[in-house]
């Protein structure tokens, strides 16, 4: 055996916030989940529940035979969204290997093998993950990419969202009749 199989490819991480090189390819992707707050998400769930009982309160009173529509469970919000975590290597002119993680995806059409790209990468809050793409620069093509993930307001959805202002409206009402 010699020694270069002994020495594995140093992967450099944490590079600076632009990464210039060559686009190596994507590795294994897995899933990880989009923290959710529990205050804000209480008070989103408490609100929304009183908009929801008034509607059920209105429906009965008017005998129409629906109970309103089927809602998730606290305990389902509380999980929150997962999103693609998709690691990126890339090769300098100097020849250094960087792995940045890419949370979201692209298009399928956004990179190639090969291709120019400057990567913009922000540290992320565990000093043992590698830096996290923010946004990369194609300069073969010269198309600029964001990959999205998921928030958590488009995890609450709208319909909760709604019934939340309505139910928060409706507190508020009731707290200011209740003092005057």
Excluded: C
């Excluded at 020495?7 to 992707?29: D, K, N, W």
């Excluded at 946004?135 to 198309?143: F, I, P």
Aim: charged share 20%; hydrophobic share 40%.
């Amino acid at each position: 055996m010699d020694d270069t199989e002994l020495y594995r490819e140093q992967i450099l991480r944490h590079a600076g916030p632009v990464v210039t090189g060559r686009f190596l390819g994507y590795r294994a992707s897995y899933t990880r989940e989009v923290k959710v707050g529990q205050p804000l998400l209480i008070a989103v769930f408490v609100t929304a529940t009183i908009a929801q009982l008034l509607g059920t309160l209105l429906v009965a009173l008017l005998r129409t035979g629906g109970t309103g529509g089927a809602r998730r469970k606290f305990k389902e919000l509380k999980k929150g969204p997962e999103y693609l975590v998709t690691p990126v290597r890339l090769r300098d002119d100097l020849g250094q290997t960087y792995e940045v993680e890419m949370h979201g995806q692209l298009p399928q059409s956004a990179l190639h093998r090969g291709d120019l790209v400057q990567v913009r990468t922000v540290l992320q809050k565990d000093p043992d993950l590698p830096a996290k793409l923010q946004q990369v620069l194609n300069l073969e093509t010269l198309q600029p990419y964001t990959p999205r993930i998921p928030t958590m307001w488009s995890h609450l959805g709208p319909g909760l969202l709604i019934q939340a202002v309505l139910g928060l409206s409706v507190a508020t009402v009731v707290a200011a009749a209740w003092i005057a």
